[in-house]
């Protein structure tokens, strides 16, 4: 392997490939629920680079696992214990390689920090629509191998949805330049589609085109409570009807997340009485502040008329607007202090939602007496981060230990009743592959197992993850 | 071949394969521009129909030509010459599976109609948002397998983005369930989007689960003149900024165009003065026909203000909104009442749209005086329909005989060398697959050639076409 490393080391510079010492920021992952041992880190500076590394491993018979910010949920961007394989770190590779506001897009490398991307856009006046909790260390091209999703999907789609072209390193080595700027092309195969929500399995993206939007002119936001599930989606419903594309975001938080977050975060003040649940509306405006409050607050005032929400409290300021999401997105570090939990990220059809979380809380509380459901997320994309924690006072880890499995079994089936999906937006890494062999259609991992074959056949990049 | 025959006469019944008498209907392209000749037109009733279909033809090593509405513009459709291609006709596989309004879905068989689809959500109160001129007779099937376009991709996209699950016969005859209605779904490649825009040459898609959207409260249609491309454009990025997602529409049309409609369709009114450029704008308003009507004249009086716009013309009523689409909708048959012309079907990025059109027109200008220019098309997508008319006077088809080869050359190389794709819209079939191997990437074209031994490699499905 030592021939290995001074060939990559040639390729990228002696700096650049990182064998000795702590690699522990590359070989685990960030919720540090896998530990692998990488042969060498090796961080390329350009995209030609990124295919002599490839080339390189390839022809020596060494695997590659491609990483970004490394913030990933699935164990997908860290290496296996083997010690056999390279990481391929990509957090070098983040030029701006085009801004074109004409066109509302942008071209930049997969290294680019998610943050950085938002915050060229908005330099230019424009939004760069992806936001999602770990953006200030996420990269671009993770974003896009994951099909990244988060808090702006209901309007502006996943990562994917944003994405016009790509730059992709082959499995071969090869470049393929597909950066287009274009918003129709209808020419042959859909390779950018192909290469996105991958996990690099089939190449390495190494550069993107993104679309922008223009600026909303408002933003609202609003907390409402509701009495049930049904509710929340009767609300999403009238909220679509009513705001059209200006519902841009509809996150729901059940009573006992909002309870962790008084628990561990007492500072942090909770404008509405408690209630089953809790939903998080946000709307942007292209017209005026005044216009977006009057459609908002008539909204809300409807709503309660009708008996669908039982209180609402509509942000005045930015910082009471950035307080309400602060709120929200405290749930997923408060149900971690209060120990570990067993997470699912699911979607459903948003008509079988409140079915499912009746159904499935009644058979998870039958099973596991006490048992507690940390349960919040996008309803309106039928996305919900569905957790199970342990019976208040018992151990977090002997309860995962006995019970995840027969957990993620019932959850899981449920999920397959209601016809919804055992991974939303977290993807399938290491973590979820033998769920996924199990839980996918015969006819669909053969095309998947084909197509690895047919992009990849000496199957060097990231095997071990998703299939 | 008769045991083939019997075997199929066997799958679908009697009288659903027909190998007698007259097939012009399934032989002969919409434009009249290819003419094959198929063994036999086999018409599946059901999916498992299909699926038995497709292995009979495989073991017999016959290959198939799935075929929807037959309106595709580039021969994609109909068989090749040979008389020994089945064609698939999939208009008897028409059933509406399922509406789920509160999930925004419907799911419907290949072969349904898409004026039926649209009046099928219509009946449930919501938008089905494809929409382009051969809706009365084209197939949802056909709409998927070319990623259709049409008048309101701006907003929600081609087919490909108002997709969200597919039912798949592959080339073994196998059948892929992959009809969920869910919005994020992170659990493998992306095989939906690997179908879509295939155009029949991987597999048969059968149903498809499709995204519906709230009807909007009121829809403001306008035409409005301007001096140059240039200002198009800025009236583009204009109306995307004070009416964001609410701009549904934005049709360009040169001055040529109007003419031919003029001269052609005298009977039509054209409420403005000839100028270089005409754009036909579309809002579509969540709220009422007040607000919509006061946004819209807002953003008209401005731009006339700026000097954007020369002058506008907004519908007081649903009728003149439909004689303004009326005007956009008729150049194509006013062109080929003046004769055939050479047809490109190109997307530019927005920002080059006008140097494309100044430098091209001038080289077309140059190489083939007095030549006219039927311009038009879906500026905010990118795409334009940028016709090639022989000089006053000539005789069109010797015009075309002489010069499409040159005239096709020139303007592909402006596409190119302007960042644009020759199939913005209309596909490849037979009649760009040459033009596509010779300028699409290398690298690309291995994987896509990869892709089609992977998923049909017997080749059976479509063969000649896309690759």
Same mark, same amino acid.
């Given at each position: 392997?030592?021939?290995?490393?001074?060939?990559?080391?040639?390729?990228?510079?002696?700096?650049?490939?990182?064998?000795?010492?702590?690699?522990?920021?590359?070989?685990?992952?960030?919720?540090?629920?896998?530990?692998?041992?990488?042969?060498?880190?090796?961080?390329?500076?350009?995209?030609?680079?990124?295919?002599?590394?490839?080339?390189?491993?390839?022809?020596?018979?060494?695997?590659?696992?491609?990483?970004?910010?490394?913030?990933?949920?699935?164990?997908?961007?860290?290496?296996?214990?083997?010690?056999?394989?390279?990481?391929?770190?990509?957090?070098?590779?983040?030029?701006?390689?085009?801004?074109?506001?004409?066109?509302?897009?942008?071209?930049?490398?997969?290294?680019?920090?998610?943050?950085?991307?938002?915050? /060229?856009?908005?330099? @230019?006046?424009?939004?760069?629509?992806?936001? =999602? +909790? %770990?953006?200030?260390?996420?990269? $671009?091209?993770?974003?896009?191998?994951?099909?990244?999703?988060?808090?702006?999907?209901?309007?502006?789609?996943?990562?994917?949805?944003?994405?016009?072209?790509?730059?992709?390193?082959?499995?071969?080595?090869?470049?393929?330049?597909?950066?287009?700027?274009?918003?129709?092309?209808?020419?042959?195969?859909?390779?950018?589609?192909?290469?996105?929500?991958?996990?690099?399995?089939?190449?390495?993206?190494?550069?993107?085109?993104?679309?922008?939007?223009?600026?909303?002119?408002?933003?609202?936001?609003?907390?409402?409570?509701?009495?049930?599930?049904?509710?929340?989606?009767?609300?999403?419903?009238?909220?679509?009807?009513?705001?059209?594309?200006?519902?841009?975001?509809?996150?729901?938080?059940?009573?006992?997340?909002?309870? /962790?977050?008084?628990? @561990?975060?007492?500072?942090?003040?909770?404008? =509405? +009485? %408690?209630?089953?649940?809790?939903? $998080?509306?946000?709307?942007?405006?292209?017209?005026?502040?005044?216009?977006?409050?009057?459609?908002?607050?008539?909204?809300?005032?409807?709503?309660?008329?009708?008996?669908?929400?039982?209180?609402?409290?509509?942000?005045?300021?930015?910082?009471?607007?950035?307080?309400?999401?602060?709120?929200?997105?405290?749930?997923?570090?408060?149900?971690?202090?209060?120990?570990?939990?067993?997470?699912?990220?699911?979607?459903?059809?948003?008509?079988?939602?409140?079915?499912?979380?009746?159904?499935?809380?009644?058979?998870?509380?039958?099973?596991?007496?006490?048992?507690?459901?940390?349960?919040?997320?996008?309803?309106?994309?039928?996305?919900?981060?569905?957790?199970?924690?342990?019976?208040?006072?018992?151990?977090?880890?002997?309860? /995962?230990?006995?019970?995840?499995?027969?957990?993620?079994?019932?959850?899981?089936? %449920?999920?397959?009743?209601?016809?919804?999906?055992?991974?939303?937006?977290?993807?399938?890494?290491?973590?979820?592959?033998?769920?996924?062999?199990?839980?996918?259609?015969?006819?669909?991992?053969?095309?998947?197992?084909?197509?690895?074959?047919?992009?990849?056949?000496?199957?060097?990049?990231?095997?071990?993850?998703?299939?």
């Amino acid at each position: 392997m030592s021939a290995l490393l001074d060939a990559l080391r040639a390729a990228v510079g002696v700096p650049n490939v990182i064998a000795e010492g702590d690699l522990t920021a590359w070989e685990q992952d960030w919720r540090k629920r896998s530990r692998g041992r990488a042969l060498a880190v090796v961080r390329p500076g350009t995209t030609a680079e990124v295919a002599a590394v490839v080339r390189q491993c390839a022809s020596a018979g060494v695997s590659l696992v491609p990483q970004g910010g490394n913030t990933g949920l699935v164990g997908g961007s860290v290496p296996d214990a083997t010690g056999a394989q390279i990481v391929l770190s990509l957090t070098r590779l983040n030029r701006v390689r085009r801004v074109d506001a004409a066109n509302l897009t942008l071209t930049v490398e997969a290294g680019c920090v998610l943050q950085a991307v938002q915050e /060229l856009a908005a330099s @230019h006046g424009l939004l760069f629509a992806l936001s =999602l +909790a %770990a953006e200030g260390s996420c990269t $671009l091209g993770g974003n896009l191998a994951t099909n990244a999703g988060g808090t702006q999907v209901l309007r502006y789609g996943n990562a994917r949805e944003l994405c016009l072209g790509l730059e992709v390193v082959t499995a071969q080595g090869a470049i393929w330049d597909g950066l287009t700027g274009l918003r129709k092309d209808n020419t042959g195969y859909d390779l950018r589609n192909l290469f996105i929500g991958s996990e690099g399995t089939l190449g390495v993206i190494t550069a993107a085109t993104m679309k922008l939007h223009p600026q909303p002119a408002a933003v609202m936001t609003a907390l409402a409570t509701v009495p049930s599930m049904a509710s929340a989606v009767a609300l999403l419903q009238r909220a679509q009807s009513r705001l059209g594309p200006g519902l841009t975001g509809f996150e729901v938080m059940n009573e006992f997340s909002l309870a /962790l977050v008084r628990k @561990h975060f007492p500072q942090l003040r909770q404008p =509405l +009485a %408690a209630a089953p649940w809790t939903v $998080l509306l946000e709307q942007s405006d292209t017209e005026s502040e005044t216009h977006a409050r009057a459609l908002f607050e008539g909204l809300l005032t409807d709503a309660m008329g009708s008996q669908l929400i039982s209180d609402a409290a509509v942000a005045d300021s930015l910082a009471q607007s950035k307080a309400l999401w602060h709120l929200r997105e405290s749930i997923p570090l408060a149900q971690s202090l209060e120990g570990l939990n067993i997470k699912h990220d699911i979607s459903l059809p948003v008509s079988r939602i409140a079915d499912f979380v009746a159904t499935t809380d009644a058979a998870l509380q039958a099973a596991h007496p006490g048992v507690r459901l940390v349960d919040f997320g996008h309803l309106g994309d039928g996305n919900l981060h569905y957790n199970v924690q342990m019976p208040e006072g018992r151990d977090a880890a002997e309860f /995962l230990h006995q019970h995840e499995p027969v957990v993620n079994t019932l959850v899981f089936d %449920a999920v397959s009743a209601h016809g919804g999906s055992i991974s939303a937006e977290h993807g399938i890494g290491a973590l979820k592959r033998d769920e996924l062999a199990r839980r996918k259609s015969p006819v669909a991992m053969q095309m998947m197992h084909g197509i690895k074959r047919a992009l990849d056949p000496a199957g060097v990049m990231n095997p071990g993850r998703v299939l």
